[in-house]
Structure formats: structure tokens, C-alpha cells
């Protein structure tokens, strides 16, 4: 099916035609558009042409509103104001523009593709091998999979790339305390899961760690294994590999309760560019963009400083031949770039790494990896913060394992689903808890500025009141709700029919999904698309509470307003669809 043309796009021509032919040097210029209070829609845009050609913009604007064509889409323009245009639209035409997006069989309620796509690597999700993840890695897996499914659904190419950190010296130091320790890990497989044996392996890990702190000869040993591992000796390499595989196996099943698709072949962590490193720091030499100093490899920058005064440098290659991070980053830029041809780079960290993302992506340009083609983007995220307003931890100080925290988020959700549930069974109450407490968590993420840090508050996320999930989710429910008491009645637009002031506001509100989706994916701002989907549940509410559905006047009445409830009810669902988060039938 063809995409529909939003309301607001055809007023916006109109009123540029209007535009043109009333000022001709004002061609192509922006009328400003937007919703308003006193009308459906208010342009502003005469005012600053009237400055500029120095004329009255009342007299101006009354100009414009002769040559606007009213009828089938603007009903009304007048002029309010100094020079405001106020813009009310046909009953008929936001009913007639609501029916074309509901007859799209598609799914994507006449939404249309970006024009001219590029291909968009999204690192995103990057947990740690032998690490349990805790409630740091929340913000750049949830943002990450919103951000993925905007852009895909918009039609833009999409590579992902779960970064983990795979590889380096806490490797060394693993691997060599389970060959001095092997008691340790003494479990077997068939009888621990992914969880515990994680459990298991962060537990060897703090121990190495602590060792290798306290124990010179220790760390003697630990490195040279690490030597042992990059230089790919089987036994070392064999025994990374089960930390590996390990590993992955828990991140699945934590990505699995965050109702998150990994797929394996995205995973390509640390270890996956360590064949590019030495050509890297090469290419990096022999072009100038890199110098040695004191025996690393180091970039400098004029305009970064440390809080001494003296230049910051991004160290490629330490002293003693070890690479560090920056090597890595700029290894997979190259792959990104010249293999996956890449048009964009997009890296959802926190946003205390911007420093070092700020001088590896100046290094790749000045190397001309990136250039007016590519572009790098770092969708930096704040912290997690507990109710205190810090960041959050256990009573004990320990950061929060994110598992703990699910699994809690999904208890309480649980709670309050059986509390509301009427017809369903435990089995229903647990999926629907399941889902109800995981898009909690995740909503109240991404209804945040992902630049801003939010407090992690399970109290407030699991609310029935609020800017909630559970606040769509059960809006959701209480429209199906409707749609199966309706029986044999249909859902069926109706553009004869006139609109209540409810009915208007809901459906232009619907219009506008379509330039909602486009702006939260063209600016990587889930927020945007989940701060509409609130405003549309609190319209529908708005329109349950004063527009009766099956008993209102007419039988056309009737199929219209179920219409407007099925139509928001997709909405509803696509939208959260696109945030990562369940619509259950029943609540």
C-alpha cells in the first residue's frame, strides 16, 4: 500500500503556494506550522516574511488567507494576532485521512519509507565475558533496540554490533588463576544455568582480580599469559573460549527476559578486529596522524587538555607493544566502514566515554576513514540513579545485577496484574506480569532524554497512573476490551459524520504518528515517540470519558467511534512495538 500524506504535510503545501503567490521571493520558504490551543493548527511564518520585505503581517497574512483553497482539508483560515495564521481542518478530512492509514494491510498505518537510505552500524549492548551484567547495562541495550527498530522500520539498512569486551589483559589473569585454581570452577554444564554459571565465573574473576593486585608474581604470570593468548596458543585459547561461549550463554537468557532479540552473529567483541590491530596502528604511523611518544603511539589534539594544561593524548599502542582500547575502536571503524559500508556509525555509550569517542572519531577522520560520507555519532546515555538521586547501588554499595532488578521489576508488575486480572489464570498472570514489568523497565528508560539521567524507580514504573507503560498498556487492553463487546458491529470510518472536540483531538493526533516516527528515528530520540504515545493514550481517555462508544446515537455513530478505537489501539501497539514493549490483549 502506498504511504498516506499526514494532514499537516498538505496544509504545509498549501500554505506555501499561498506563500509564493502572495510574496514570490518567499518561495520555498517555511510557513512554521504547528499544532495549537486556539485552532488544529497555527502557522507563524508570515510574520518574519513580513519583516523581511517590510510589510504590515496582518495585511500580509489576510494576502495569504485569500489565495488559501478551503474546502476539502482546511476548512478555515484566519488571521489572529499580529500576523498568525489559525487553521481549522474538515471533520471529513481527518476522518477520510484516518481511513487510508487504517486500509493499509501492511501493518504500518501508511507510514512511509525514509527516500534514500543509508546503511547504519549501531553499537549497542556490550556486557562483558566473565562479568554478570548490572544496571549500567540497561540504558545502551534498551535505547539501542528502540533505536534499531525506528530505523529499521523507516527503511534505513541496519547492521548491529554487540561490542562485548571480550579480550585484554583480565583475560591473562582469568585464565591463569583457574590453571593455578581449577577447583574453582568444578561444575558441570548440564546442571548449571547460563545465570549461575556466570554467577560462577564473576565470583573466579573478583577472586583473580584481587590476587593479581596482591601478588607481583601473580601479575608476572597473568601477563605473560595474556602474551600466550594473543600470540594464539591452543590451551590458552581453548580456555578463552569456554569463558566465552559461557558467557554468551548467560547474556542470551538476560537479553531473553528483557524480551530482546541477540543474534549471535552480531556479537563481534574485542577479540573480532585483533588480526586489524598492528595494521591499524601502521596506517596510523606512516600517515603522520599518529607520532610516538615514550615509546607509545599516541595522537595529540590542540584543543584537549588535561586538568594540568598539557595535551590529552589518545594512546593507540602502549609502550610496551600492548594495545589499548583506542586500537581496537579504530580497528572496527575500519571494518565498519570499508567492509560493512557504512554510511553512518552510531555508538549508544555512556556518555563518560565521550571524551575517548570524541578523539577516536577525530582520529579516524584525520586518518580519512570518516568523511563528508560517514559519519560518527556517539548517542551518549546518563546514569541510572537510584531514589536518593545517586547512582545506583545495593545497601552493601555493590552496583545492581540486572537480573535482580528484572526480576523484581517483574514481581511487582505481577502484583499489580493479578490485583486488576478478572479472567485470567496464573499462567496468564505470570506472561502478562512478565510483560507489564519488562516494559516498565524499559519505558521508563526511554521516556527519558537518553542524555539525562533517571532515577530507577519501580514504585513509580509499575503505576496504573503517570506516564507509564502500564498506563498504554492498559489504555490497549480496555480498547480491545470494547472491540470484542462489540460483537457482529464493525469498526467502519464514517467521513459524513461530524467530530466532537474529543474526536478532533484524537485524531489529529493519530494523523500525526507517521511525522512522530520519522523525527524519533532521524534524531535517534525514542523519547520523542514515547512522549506521543502517552499523549495519545491520554486523548483516547479523554475520548472514552466523554464520547460513548456502543451506545452512542447512531448505528454510524457507533461503527465510527469503535473505528477511532481500533485505529488508536494499532497505533498504541505499533508505537510500542517500536520502544521494544508488549500490548497484552487483556490486563
Known amino acids: 500500500m502506498a504511504s498516506v500524506t499526514s494532514l499537516s504535510d498538505v496544509v504545509q503545501q498549501q500554505l506555501a503556494s499561498a506563500l509564493s503567490a502572495t510574496l514570490p521571493e518567499a518561495a520555498g520558504a517555511d510557513p512554521l506550522l504547528r499544532r495549537s490551543d486556539r485552532a488544529d493548527y497555527q502557522a507563524n511564518g508570515v510574520l518574519a516574511l513580513a519583516k523581511k520585505a517590510k510589510a504590515n503581517p496582518r495585511e500580509l497574512a489576510a494576502q495569504v488567507v485569500s489565495r488559501v483553497v478551503t474546502g476539502e482539508v482546511i476548512e478555515d483560515v484566519e488571521v489572529s494576532g499580529p500576523g498568525f495564521l489559525n487553521i481549522r481542518i474538515a471533520d471529513r478530512a481527518i476522518t477520510g485521512n484516518l481511513a487510508a492509514r487504517y486500509a493499509d494491510?501492511?501493518?504500518?498505518?501508511?507510514?512511509?519509507?525514509?527516500?534514500?537510505?543509508?546503511?547504519?552500524?549501531?553499537?549497542?549492548?556490550?556486557?562483558?565475558?566473565?562479568?554478570?551484567?548490572?544496571?549500567?547495562?540497561?540504558?545502551?541495550?534498551?535505547?539501542?533496540?528502540?533505536?534499531?527498530?525506528?530505523?529499521?522500520?523507516?527503511?534505513?539498512?541496519?547492521?548491529?554490533r554487540h561490542h562485548i569486551g571480550d579480550w585484554g589483559t583480565q583475560f591473562g589473569m582469568l585464565i591463569q588463576y583457574l590453571d593455578e585454581h581449577p577447583h574453582e570452577l568444578d561444575h558441570?554444564?548440564?546442571?548449571?544455568?547460563?545465570?549461575?554459571?556466570?554467577?560462577?565465573?564473576?565470583?573466579?574473576?573478583?577472586?583473580?582480580?584481587?590476587?593479581?593486585?596482591?601478588?607481583?608474581?601473580?601479575?608476572t604470570r597473568a601477563r605473560r599469559r595474556v602474551v600466550d593468548l594473543q600470540a594464539g596458543d591452543p590451551h590458552t585459547l581453548a580456555m578463552w573460549q569456554r569463558f566465552v561461549?559461557?558467557?554468551?550463554?548467560?547474556?542470551?537468557?538476560?537479553?531473553?527476559?528483557?524480551?530482546?532479540?541477540?543474534?549471535?552473529?552480531?556479537i563481534v567483541g574485542e577479540s573480532g578486529y585483533n588480526d586489524m590491530l598492528a595494521e591499524t596502528c601502521r596506517l596510523l604511523e606512516e600517515s603522520g596522524v599518529a607520532v610516538r611518544s615514550e615509546g607509545a603511539l599516541c595522537v595529540f589534539f590542540d584543543d584537549i587538555k588535561g586538568p594540568d594544561g598539557n595535551p590529552v593524548p589518545l594512546i593507540v599502542q602502549k609502550?610496551?607493544?600492548?594495545?589499548?582500547?583506542?586500537?581496537?575502536?579504530?580497528?572496527?571503524?575500519?571494518?565498519?566502514?570499508?567492509?560493512?559500508?557504512?554510511?553512518?556509525?552510531?555508538?549508544?555509550?555512556?556518555?563518560?566515554?565521550?571524551l575517548h569517542f570524541r578523539m577516536v572519531f577525530e582520529t579516524a577522520r584525520r586518518a580519512g576513514w570518516l568523511n563528508d560520507d560517514v559519519t560518527a555519532v556517539q548517542l551518549a546515555f546518563g546514569t541510572?540513579?537510584?531514589?536518593?538521586?545517586?547512582?545506583?547501588?545495593?545497601?552493601?554499595?555493590?552496583?545492581?545485577?540486572?537480573?535482580?532488578?528484572?526480576?523484581?521489576?517483574?514481581?511487582?508488575?505481577?502484583?499489580v496484574v493479578r490485583e486488576k486480572a478478572q479472567d485470567l489464570s496464573e499462567e496468564e498472570i505470570a506472561e502478562r506480569g512478565a510483560q507489564v514489568?519488562?516494559?516498565?523497565?524499559?519505558?521508563?528508560?526511554?521516556?527519558?532524554?537518553?542524555?539525562?539521567?533517571?532515577?530507577?524507580?519501580?514504585?513509580?514504573?509499575?503505576?496504573?497512573?503517570?506516564?507509564?507503560?502500564?498506563?498504554?498498556?492498559?489504555?490497549?487492553?480496555?480498547i480491545r476490551s470494547i472491540l470484542r463487546k462489540a460483537g457482529e458491529v464493525r469498526p467502519a470510518a464514517h467521513p459524513e459524520l461530524a467530530l466532537s472536540g474529543a474526536e478532533?483531538?484524537?485524531?489529529?493526533?493519530?494523523?500525526?504518528?507517521?511525522?512522530?516516527?520519522a523525527e524519533a528515528a532521524r534524531e535517534y530520540a525514542p523519547h520523542k515517540l514515547a512522549a506521543y504515545l502517552y499523549q495519545l493514550a491520554s486523548l483516547y481517555t479523554s475520548f472514552y470519558d466523554k464520547?460513548?462508544?456502543?451506545?452512542?446515537?447512531?448505528?454510524?455513530?457507533?461503527?465510527?467511534?469503535?473505528?477511532?478505537?481500533?485505529?488508536?489501539?494499532?497505533?498504541l501497539h505499533r508505537g510500542m512495538a517500536l520502544l521494544g514493549i508488549r500490548t497484552p490483549e487483556k490486563l
Open 105 to 160: 494491510d501492511t501493518g504500518r498505518l501508511g507510514v512511509p519509507y525514509a527516500g534514500d537510505p543509508g546503511t547504519t552500524v549501531i553499537d549497542y549492548a556490550q556486557p562483558n565475558v566473565a562479568k554478570e551484567m548490572h544496571v549500567g547495562h540497561l540504558r545502551s541495550a534498551v535505547i539501542g533496540d528502540a533505536v534499531v527498530q525506528l530505523l529499521e522500520f523507516t527503511g534505513e539498512n541496519v547492521v548491529r
Open 188 to 219: 558441570k554444564d548440564a546442571e548449571v544455568t547460563g545465570e549461575e554459571a556466570m554467577s560462577n565465573l564473576d565470583r573466579l574473576y573478583k577472586a583473580a582480580r584481587r590476587l593479581f593486585d596482591s601478588d607481583e608474581e601473580f601479575k
Open 245 to 266: 561461549d559461557e558467557s554468551k550463554i548467560y547474556f542470551f537468557s538476560v537479553f531473553d527476559k528483557l524480551d530482546m532479540e541477540i543474534r549471535d552473529a552480531d
Open 319 to 354: 609502550s610496551d607493544g600492548g594495545y589499548g582500547y583506542a586500537a581496537t575502536d579504530l580497528s572496527a571503524i575500519r571494518d565498519r566502514v570499508f567492509n560493512l559500508k557504512a554510511s553512518t556509525l552510531l555508538y549508544v555509550v555512556d556518555a563518560r566515554q565521550a
Open 384 to 415: 541510572v540513579l537510584g531514589k536518593d538521586g545517586k547512582p545506583f547501588k545495593t545497601r552493601e554499595g555493590e552496583t545492581v545485577r540486572l537480573v535482580d532488578l528484572l526480576d523484581e521489576a517483574i514481581e511487582r508488575a505481577s502484583a
Open 437 to 478: 514489568g519488562i516494559g516498565a523497565v524499559k519505558y521508563a528508560d526511554l521516556s527519558t532524554s537518553a542524555n539525562r539521567d533517571y532515577k530507577f524507580d519501580l514504585d513509580q514504573m509499575v503505576s496504573l497512573n503517570g506516564d507509564t507503560s502500564v498506563y498504554l498498556q492498559y489504555a490497549y487492553a480496555r
Open 504 to 517: 478532533r483531538a484524537l485524531g489529529l493526533h493519530l494523523d500525526s504518528f507517521a511525522e512522530t516516527v
Open 547 to 571: 464520547c460513548p462508544v456502543l451506545k452512542a446515537e447512531t448505528p454510524e455513530q457507533v461503527e465510527n467511534r469503535l473505528f477511532l478505537c481500533d485505529i488508536t489501539a494499532r497505533t
